[in-house]
């Protein structure tokens, strides 16, 4: 089975700084790994997927994560982030074999004027 | 650009009906799943429709949830007989049969049970 932690339930951080925000997996299999946001009453919308290949993978709205095999990350980050950033973050791991998503239990990024 | 929509966006019910969930989902897709994230909590995968069957599901998926595809269009999700512990919101997912594309939801449906 596979396991998904988000390490930090929220994030506040003003505008126009840099932000990371951290994801860990477990599984003993080989994964694709996904960011996706939610903004306030909308669905979840993908910003970036690992698949294979290069480790450092960019997305939608300057987001971009690093896969690090190793410690098992999949960090997300953006180097200047702007007050519509604010919304909820999930990392969600799928199994090659698989087609369902196991997700994290969400950051909520705040970016504050 | 293409998106999977569902119906109703609130519905409340009181403890023991019937409920129905319907979604569209991207006309091209033939993968179908239905998640939900219970209000404080992860989104929880609970099951995955191909060809005409269920080809994934979770433990939450038990005999009180169903899934069909009536036409070659809508995608529904049915709670025979709710529980308070179904208050949550319903996403509607699609994706291809590439196994490595992602899913894309749908807004949601929020499930209010009294």
């Known amino acids: 089975a596979q396991s998904v932690t988000q390490l930090d339930s929220q994030v506040p951080v003003f505008e126009e700084a840099p932000v990371e925000l951290r994801c860990n997996y477990s599984s003993s299999v080989s994964v694709y790994l996904f960011w996706y946001v939610q903004y306030p009453n909308q669905g979840l919308q993908l910003l970036l997927k690992?698949?294979?290949?290069?480790?450092l993978v960019k997305g939608i709205n300057g987001f971009e994560a690093e896969f690090n095999k190793s410690q098992t990350s999949f960090h997300l980050r953006k180097p200047s982030v702007h007050i519509s950033d604010t919304a909820e973050y999930f990392c969600a791991v799928r199994r090659y074999t698989a087609r369902q998503l196991t997700f994290g239990s969400g950051t909520q990024l705040t970016v504050l004027p | 650009e293409p998106e999977v929509t569902q119906t109703p966006s609130h519905q409340v019910t009181q403890m023991g009906q019937e409920v129905i969930l319907r979604c569209v989902p991207i006309?091209?897709?033939?993968?179908f799943y239905w998640y939900r994230q219970i209000l404080g909590q992860k989104v929880e995968f609970l099951v995955s429709?191909?060809?005409?069957?269920?080809?994934?599901k979770s433990e939450i998926f038990d005999d009180q949830f169903s899934v069909e595809r009536p036409d070659g269009s809508n995608f529904t999700l049915k709670i025979r007989s709710t529980k308070l512990e179904d208050s949550a919101m319903y996403f509607c997912?699609?994706?291809?049969?590439?196994?490595?594309?992602?899913?894309?939801f749908g807004e949601g449906s929020r499930l209010t049970v009294l």
């Open positions: 006309s091209n897709h033939l993968y």
């Open positions: 429709f191909y060809n005409n069957e269920i080809s994934e």
């Open positions: 690992y698949l294979s290949g290069s480790t």
């Open positions: 997912a699609s994706s291809t049969d590439r196994g490595y594309e992602e899913l894309f």
